[in-house]
């Protein structure tokens, strides 16, 4: 662009050139793009980047709002399978875990987040068998991209059991919610990840229970610790990073917003470190195992 010409070289996704035209029409007016100081020249570098990026944000999110939708047909197809298979007093397990991976997958690729899992040598054959997986927790992100590799029963607060639509499909395939603070709807809880263990499934909770900005992991509660010992099934800490602060969804942060803005980004990348295995057996507690398990994750999140 020439200076004071007010014309655009570039607008994204084949967007016409008005919107931009017109904001640089109103810098011109105020002498804006002719301050040589360098506030000047930072404030219309940063209206000029947000006037070209904003069309192709809100194309991106519009985009894979529709794509998201249309989801719906497929999602509703699986649910009727599941609840044929239950009524005819069959195992619907692997058909709900099944889709459960197929619908996380597609939603991390609807929303451009890139996630790649870390093995260790020998741990594919041990994520094949029942065990409880923990991790730290940043965003609504997570179960995603955790269910998109390794799908399990995840135990999650009850607020998300409420969301319209959304709290439903999650409840149908896997989804355990708990009421924080509710000392017999944790019972609860567990007596079912109990039972999807002893069927040979995974169960992946997020024992901090809450979210963090990632820098650090908080103290993990040990109920499904102690769940992982009653069982003796191994748990499997996974350490979650992701590139940059913008993925993480913390204190009174409204979730429509922050997911816009997930909408709106190119990209979300990350990265899932799955951690040696701990055997509940060595541990002389939950408290024991649970703080082993965190110890774990806060190791792999230390700068390398």
């Known amino acids: 662009m020439a200076h004071g010409t007010g014309q655009a070289l570039l607008v994204g996704d084949g ?42 944000s809100v194309t991106r999110a519009t985009r894979r709002l529709t794509h998201t939708a249309t989801l719906t047909a497929n ?18 397990d692997p ?57 399990a029963f995840s135990i999650a607060k009850k607020e998300v059991s409420q969301w319209p639509l959304l709290g439903q499909i999650a409840m149908q395939l896997g989804m355990v919610p708990y009421r924080r603070g509710d000392v017999f709807d944790g019972a609860r ?16 909770a997020f024992p901090e229970g809450s979210t963090t900005l990632g820098f650090g992991v908080s103290r ?7 769940l992982a010992q009653r069982c003796n099934v191994p748990v499997i800490p996974i350490a979650i990073h992701y590139h ?32 040696d295995a701990l055997e509940p057996r060595r541990f002389p507690t939950a408290r024991a195992l649970a703080d082993a398990a965190r110890c774990s994750i806060a190791s792999a999140l230390l700068p390398s």
Request: hydrophobic letters at 45%.
């Open 189 to 204: 809880v567990l007596r079912r990840c109990e039972a999807a263990l002893r069927r040979g499934h995974r169960v992946l």
């Open 15 to 56: 967007g016409d050139t008005r919107s931009v035209h017109t904001a640089l029409t109103v810098l011109q007016s105020h002498d804006l793009l002719l301050d040589p100081s360098p506030r000047g020249s930072a404030s219309v570098t940063t209206l000029w980047k947000r006037a070209v990026q904003a069309p192709r």
């Open 244 to 275: 940059g602060p913008e993925a993480a969804w913390v204190g009174d942060a409204m979730f429509v917003p922050h997911y816009m803005r997930t909408t709106m980004r190119p990209v979300t990348r990350g990265r899932l470190a799955v951690l």
């Open 75 to 92: 999602i509703a197809a699986s649910l009727r399978r599941i609840e044929g298979l239950q009524a005819r007093g069959l195992d619907a």
């Open 220 to 226: 993990f509660h040990r109920g499904v610790f102690r």
């Open 95 to 151: 058909e709900r875990l099944r889709f459960q991976q197929w619908l996380a997958g597609n939603l991390c690729t609807i929303h451009g987040i890139q996630v790649v899992m870390d093995l260790r040598p020998g741990q594919a054959a041990l994520l094949e068998q029942s065990a409880v997986l923990v991790a730290n927790h940043i965003s609504y992100i997570d179960p995603l991209a955790i269910l998109a590799q390794l799908p």
